[in-house]
């Protein structure tokens, strides 16, 4: 298995977007995504890993609900958060742009 030693930066030379999709199998690249949201992101890196995601048909799932849809900015923890009739709703901060989930 390959390891992913360098703390699953993508920013590093070594592991580019397109290194990782031909290098890990679809369960490294799940591993890789856990991680990868255990801490603060760009935009940028949330857009190349939305295509690592898709290259691997992985749904993000719970992981989705971390990120602007719009602009790919990670919400910060104490965003604001609105639940009206058991739907959750977040407005980006970023582009104003609002996400609604079901819980
Ligand atoms: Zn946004």
New binding site residues.
């Given amino acids: 298995m390959a390891k992913l030693n360098n703390r699953g930066n993508l920013n590093s030379g070594h592991y580019s977007i397109k290194c990782l999709m031909k290098k890990l199998t679809k369960s490294e690249a799940e591993n890789y995504i856990k991680e990868f949201f255990k801490t603060k992101r760009s935009q940028e890196e949330i857009k190349k890993i939305k295509r690592l995601t898709m290259h691997h048909n992985i749904k993000l799932g719970e992981y989705r609900k971390n990120f ?1 849809k ?4 990670q919400f910060p923890k104490n965003a604001l958060i609105r639940i009206k009739n058991k739907i959750k709703i977040i407005r ?1 901060k ?4 609002v996400s609604r989930w079901k819980i």
């Fill in positions: 602007c719009k602009c790919f900015s980006c970023n582009c104003g742009c």
